[in-house]
């Protein structure tokens, strides 16, 4: 009888522990698996966080791009003003020696005056809307990032991440 006991008690007692053998492996089991979920996750975002930096890299020199050619740009025609005032100036100056009478000279200085502030409002105007046209070129490709970075912050809080 205590041969049996014994065997009734060895089988009581190796039942829970298989018992909890089982329980232990299947929870290690499922956390093997979240855990490399959550790693391919991580390794996932991390591969998109390089993408999206890699995206405001090239935003940034697609910007600086087109603000080097709008400056140049903008550099050559008031290089060429400059020279075309400096002609405009050594002409009047010329014709304005050339003439004949205080009332002719009047005339020449007048004319040119006008025509020389005439000018300078116009390439004013050209340079102005040089310059709207490239501050407007060049934010754009920055605008485009500061768009996507906005969505990107929306969908997480709308989605519980970023809180």
Known sequence: MATAKATQTAKT?????????ETI???TAVNQERIRETFDRSVTALSEVGAFGKENV???IAS??????????ISARAVAYSKSAMENHVAATKALMTSKSIQEAIEYQSDYARKSFD?????????S???TSLTRD???PL???FTAVSHIVQTGIKTGVAR
């Open 64 to 73: 600086a791009t087109v603000a080097s050619k709008g400056f140049e740009q």
């Open 143 to 145: 605008n485009e990032r």
């Open 138 to 140: 060049a934010i754009k």
């Open 13 to 21: 007692v190796k039942e829970p522990m298989q018992a909890a053998a």
């Open 25 to 27: 492996e299947q929870f």
């Open 58 to 60: 090239e935003a940034v």
């Open 129 to 131: 809307d040089l310059m």
């Open 119 to 127: 000018g300078y409002v116009a390439e004013l105007n050209k340079i």
